[in-house]
């Protein structure tokens, strides 16, 4: 049940930060590649785990607002224009 849980809650952290990255770039969440995303933040998380050690609330929301950076510049999905044009087609 504990790898069950974890995993939705990697789901759930991937989507949020999905989230956070469209409304700093003002993109469609369409746009971006959860398995891309994914990806990107399970390799952040794991060279960064350090820092949750810290005490400072300060420094984990600064570690989540790299994520947020990250995943607005490089987890869009690696064929925007059709992605895009789908959307357009399914409006």
């Known amino acids: 049940m504990i790898e069950i849980y974890s995993a939705l809650i990697f789901h ?14 003002g993109r ?6 959860f398995e891309r995303s994914h990806k990107l933040i399970r390799g952040f998380l794991l060279s960064h785990f ?24 490089m987890g869009l999905s690696s064929n925007v224009t059709e992605t895009v044009k ?5 409006a």
Do not use: G, P, Y
């Open 12 to 25: 759930l952290l991937t989507r949020i930060i999905m989230a956070l990255a469209v409304q700093k770039t």
């Open 28 to 33: 469609s969440i369409h746009e971006f590649s």
């Open 50 to 73: 350090h820092l949750f050690l810290q005490a400072s609330l300060q420094s984990v929301e600064a570690v989540f607002q790299r994520l947020v950076d990250i995943i607005a510049d």
């Open 86 to 90: 789908l959307n357009a087609q399914l």
